[in-house]
């Protein structure tokens, strides 16, 4: 088993970036992505796997048939649906959830994105990854998951951050208009 230890907290976005270079360099074939709050349920990773051998990216979904959520108020589920359909609009995804964490891509995949013109250091790099991978031909696809919302321990998004979230997906959209290879 593999640790990579970072000087302190740089950024979600950028975590998880370090986290496919070190699959690329190393050959990986398969690299999940999840929580480690327990919101995820570690249960769910065989179906991830089972379909990236069709797909190339597979989404572990809130919002797909037989997806759910457990623990939100209905503010929280409203802030989240609404960050999805701005994300589906600004980016052209087709998929439902864009904001979730909890994935599996084909590292050969991967490889194909220049990881340099990733702009998210925080949390929209799920979207902004999603786009990407859009933009080189990758095939995705949808499974549910149940949420379950933390018991223990702080959330890491602030205000400042959300709000930096959406300013980026807005960003990389309006760019993409004016520059295809964005
Ligand atoms: N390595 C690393 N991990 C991070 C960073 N920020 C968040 N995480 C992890 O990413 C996961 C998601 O972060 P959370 O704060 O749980 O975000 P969330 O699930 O959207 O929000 P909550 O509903 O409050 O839990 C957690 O497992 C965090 O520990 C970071 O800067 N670096
Ligand atoms: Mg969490």
Same mark, same amino acid.
């Given at each position: 088993m593999t640790l990579l230890r970072r000087d302190g907290k740089l950024g979600l976005g950028t975590a998880v970036v370090a986290a496919i270079r070190h699959a690329v360099e190393h050959g990986y074939d398969l690299l999940v992505n999840m929580d480690a709050d327990w919101s995820h349920d570690p249960r769910s990773i065989p179906a991830l796997i089972e379909a990236a051998n069709r797909f190339d990216v597979v989404l572990g979904s809130r919002y797909t048939r037989g997806g759910r959520i457990e623990g939100w108020p *209905?503010?929280?589920? @409203?802030?989240?649906?609404?960050?999805?359909?701005?994300? !589906? *609009?600004?980016?052209? @995804?087709?998929?439902?959830?864009?904001?979730?964490?909890? !994935?599996?891509?084909?590292?050969d995949v991967l490889r194909k994105i220049d990881l340099r013109r990733i702009r998210s250091r925080g949390y929209s790099f799920f979207e902004e990854i999603l786009f990407r991978l859009k933009n080189v031909g990758a095939v995705s696809t949808e499974i549910p998951i149940t949420f379950t919302d933390r018991r223990f321990g702080r959330s890491k998004i602030d205000k400042k951050e959300a709000v930096l979230a959406i300013w980026m997906i807005f960003r990389i959209g309006v760019s993409s208009i004016f520059d295809r290879r964005t």
């Open positions: *209905l503010f929280r589920r @409203l802030m989240s649906r609404t960050v999805n359909a701005y994300a !589906r *609009l600004m980016l052209g @995804l087709r998929t439902k959830d864009n904001s979730g964490s909890f !994935r599996c891509y084909r590292v």
